[in-house]
């Protein structure tokens, strides 16, 4: 069973950065693909950003592209997003994701295991 904490959610102003983290625990972390989701108020969870097993392809959404980077530390079973240049339409609730599969993917519905999430919050 994977377990999944994020945290590195907080508060900051537009154009600030914050850094996420998602430590994982249980089956072996290196060998499986993560991403990070987000989800405002009344509005659908979305993708952000993943990154592949082995071979480290990323996605990233097309709003986050050049602001935001997902990075892995496999020895440390971590994976990061660093966020750059925040906006307020950021603010939300996001979560990392951890997938039973090699390659990065866009879509919610091939991740297994979600964390609880941490709250992001982009003042203008």
């Known amino acids: 069973q994977v377990q999944l904490v994020e945290s590195g959610g907080g508060l900051v102003q537009a154009g600030g950065s914050l850094r996420l983290s998602c430590a994982a625990s249980g089956r072996t972390f290196g060998t499986y693909a993560m991403g990070w989701f987000r989800q405002a108020p009344g509005k659908e969870r979305e993708f952000v950003a993943s990154i592949g097993s082995t071979d480290g392809t990323r996605y990233y959404a097309d709003s986050e592209k050049g602001r935001f980077t997902i990075s892995r530390d496999n020895a440390k079973n971590t994976v990061y997003l660093q966020m750059n240049n925040l906006k307020p339409e950021d603010t939300a609730v996001y979560y990392c994701?951890?997938?039973?599969?090699?390659?990065?993917?866009?879509?919610?519905?091939?991740?297994?295991?979600w964390g609880q999430g941490t709250q992001v919050t982009v003042s203008s």
């Open positions: 994701a951890w997938a039973l599969r090699l390659t990065a993917s866009r879509g919610s519905g091939d991740y297994d295991v």
